[in-house]
């Protein structure tokens, strides 16, 4: 192709046409810059599917972890609802009398009142993403939006669910460890232990501290983040 180019240049000067030799090359000129033009189209157009590539398996991890956070805090709600239906048979009974009854109550209902289930939810693909260049690929301004406000809604609800964490650990289970007798349920001082203020007052401070999880959840909107996320990063798999 070179050749024939050239072949003409020499035709047309040897002929001495420099008006129609400065029309070729002007032809020339606007053919070299249609190729470059048209390359660069391609480069670009190539690149594109690249980023596009690595955007859909970015968005396939994401879909997946919270995909999982959802199944997790799902199971989380249904165990806090349990231990709020737990406390409210107990603070139905209250104030506590000196009965084997009452200990049987509390016996029955304390593994669904005082099992901790803590929301630890999947963020090593959206961190990773937020901290390096390739938060770039992601196209959606929405999904960007949340994602980047994602850690702060969740840090919000943790120191929540930390305060009803330490509530137990610090307070209610010191208590039971220091005055209940667990080798003789039914004695003396454990009858005499159900009629004491801290008892009766563990019950609707450990109800309390449940419902504020519960009510953190839905206050800073954990549900709908996540939801939003997994509808945003459909369709990658």
Known sequence: MIKFFRKIRQKLLSENKLSKYLLYAIGEIVLVVIGILIALQINTWNERQKNTAKESVLLKQINSDFRSNKIQLDSIKIAHLKAIEGCDVLLGIMPFKEDKSVIDTIVKYAPQIFGIKTFNPSNGSVDALISSSTFDLIQNDS???????????????????????????????????????????????????????????????????????????????????????????????
């Open 143 to 237: 999904l960007r939006n949340l994602l980047v406000s994602w850690k702060d809604v969740y840090l919000d609800y943790y120191e929540e669910e930390q305060y009803a964490r330490n509530l137990q650990i610090w307070e209610i289970q010191p208590f039971f460890m220091d005055n209940v007798d667990y080798s003789n349920l039914y004695s003396a001082s454990n009858l005499q232990l159900l009629s004491t203020p801290k008892m009766n007052n563990i019950w609707p401070n450990k109800r309390g501290s449940i419902q504020e999880i519960l009510n953190s959840i839905k206050d800073e909107r954990l549900e709908l983040y996540i939801d939003e996320i997994i509808r945003l990063t459909e369709g990658h798999d």
